[in-house]
């Protein structure tokens, strides 16, 4: 449990990621987890495209950015400094580069202890020609657990990650396949009762009312017009009064 824990927080939340300064490139390797056995050893590279570094770090991350050795490169041969507690526990192994090439340079550690459990990273330094200010360019680090068992470790958390993995997946696999039976048993519940709205029509206009006709005198009933009555074609002036011609 404490590997695990261990790789958790040291390779997820503070693995410092590769940095590249204009056309410098750092890189480290291992760049990954490692596990070891107690008194183990443990190798790492460092390398650079730096024509002229000035000096190399290397360091320990959680006991705050601990110098563990510097190589300083000025004035030709190198000028190695150790910690004391790494002083009978490291061994520097560094090339001659040629033009063009890397400069690399390897750091063994030896008899590590479950104290020695870290992320161990680079840290090349060199002037900028251009403001003539030095600065630093990191190598992506080396997460180191100690443990009693060592590599066992890690196939068994290799294992158990993978199981993980696969539970997660199975877990959302099913809580997908769950959503989409529920929107699809809405949307059949939404089509079944759905009503689709009528087109709006305005209401027609009132239709105009026809006004009695006036009841003429001695009339009981009012009388229409009869279409064949002219009553201009009549020549006789005689009134014959109500009961017409006897």
Not at 28 to 49: G, H, K, L, W
Request: proline share 8%; aromatic share 10%; with cysteine.
């Amino acid at each position: 449990m404490k590997a695990k824990w261990w790789s958790c927080v040291l390779g997820l939340l503070c693995m410092p990621a590769e940095v590249i300064l204009k056309s410098y490139t750092a890189s480290q390797s291992p760049s990954s987890i490692s596990y070891v056995r107690v008194n183990s050893s443990m190798e790492i590279e460092c390398s650079s495209n730096l024509e002229k570094p000035i000096g190399l770090s290397f360091k320990r991350h959680f006991l705050g950015d601990e110098q563990i050795l510097y190589l300083f490169y000025g004035n030709g041969a190198g000028k190695l400094t150790k910690k004391a507690t790494f002083k009978e526990r490291i061994d520097v192994t560094q090339n001659q580069p040629k033009t063009g090439d890397h400069r690399k340079v390897r750091i063994k550690l030896f008899q590590l202890g479950r104290n020695d459990t870290d992320l161990y990273y680079c840290s090349w330094t060199y002037m900028n020609e251009t403001n003539y200010v030095e600065l630093s360019l990191e190598s992506n680090g080396t997460v180191i657990i100690v443990s009693e068992h060592g590599p066992e470790i890690k196939g068994s958390d290799h294992a158990l990650e993978m199981t993980l993995i696969y539970s997660s997946i199975a877990a959302f696999t099913f809580i997908l396949i769950v959503i989409i039976g529920i929107m699809t048993v809405r949307c059949r519940r939404f089509k079944k009762d759905f009503t689709p709205d009528r087109p709006y029509a305005p209401p027609l206009p009132p239709r105009p009312s026809r006004a009695p006709r006036p009841i003429q005198p001695g009339n009981i009933y009012p009388q229409e017009p009869n279409p064949y009555h002219c009553p201009y074609m009549m020549t006789s002036t005689n009134d014959y009064g109500i009961w017409g011609n006897q």
